[in-house]
Nanobody
Framework: QVQLVESGGGLVQPGGSLRLSCAAS????????MGWFRQAPGKEREAVSC????????YYADSVKGRFTISRDNAKNTVYLQMNSLKLEDTAVYYC?????????????????WGQGTQVTVSS
């Protein structure tokens, strides 16, 4: 059974940090590009960060550049999103997704598997 399970979300103050993890089971991440998306209430789901499987090329939304870092550990079949200097506007449900291609995509419709999401709330 193919499954992606996110963890690491929670409540954090502005300026704080969180590390999200996405553990895959039922398939190997080696040949999948991976993405982190987020969706805030009343807003569309948006790509936050993506990483290719072939060369480790990465993408970051302008709103998170310099603050978030995506990484992958294929040996652990896990992808991470390190989030630093969190802002109020980072509050959203964060989803991990797998794209059955070596090069990442930034459109959610391109992704084949999705996790259930983890809530990140930035509040003082």
């Amino acid at each position: 059974q193919v499954q992606l399970v996110e963890s690491g979300g929670g409540l954090v103050q502005p300026g704080g940090s969180l590390r999200l993890s996405c553990a895959a089971s039922g398939f190997t991440l080696d040949f999948y590009a991976m993405g982190w998306f987020r969706q805030a209430p009343g807003k569309e789901r948006e790509a936050v960060s993506c990483i290719s499987s072939s060369d480790g090329r990465t993408y970051y939304a302008d709103s998170v550049k310099g603050r978030f870092t995506i990484s992958r550990d294929n040996a652990k079949n896990t992808v991470y999103l390190q989030m630093n200097s969190l802002k109020l506007e980072d509050t959203a449900v964060y989803y991990c997704a797998a794209h059955a291609h070596s090069i990442y995509a930034t459109s959610a419709t391109e992704y084949d598997y999705w996790g259930q999401g983890t809530q990140v709330t930035v509040s003082s």
